[in-house]
Nanobody, 123 residues
Framework: QVQLVESGGGLVQAGDSLRLSCVAS????????TAWFRQAPGKERELVAA????????YYADSVKGRFTISRLNAENTVYLQMSSLKSEDTAVYYC????????????????WGQGTQVTVSS
């Protein structure tokens, strides 16, 4: 049974930093690409960042480039999202997702999802 468990969300002020973690189990982590999506109230789920298994290829949404960093530690089946210079518009539920092979920009291509962790940025 595949499980993705996120942690690290919370309430912070604008300009603060936060690190999200996602621990995977029940899969061969090194064969999966992983991604962070987010969904704000009334909005569609959007891809924030993605990374392939080897850490050599990453993607960032324009809205977070230069502020967020995705990384993964295959030995610990963990993917991270380091978020800095947070803005109120970053407020959302953040989801970890995994798919076999390369990452995709389309949420429907990801077969495994975590339960989400809330990030709230107050201005």
């Amino acid at each position: 049974q595949v499980q993705l468990v996120e942690s690290g969300g919370g309430l912070v002020q604008a300009g603060d930093s936060l690190r999200l973690s996602c621990v995977a189990s029940g899969l061969t982590f090194s064969t999966y690409a992983t991604a962070w999506f987010r969904q704000a109230p009334g909005k569609e789920r959007e891809l924030v960042a993605a990374i392939i298994w080897s850490n050599t290829n990453t993607y960032y949404a324009d809205s977070v480039k230069g502020r967020f960093t995705i990384s993964r530690l295959n030995a610990e089946n963990t993917v991270y999202l380091q978020m800095s210079s947070l803005k109120s518009e970053d407020t959302a539920v953040y989801y970890c997702a995994a798919k076999v092979g390369l990452y995709s920009y389309n949420a429907r291509d990801y077969g495994h999802w975590g339960q989400g962790t809330q990030v709230t940025v107050s201005s």
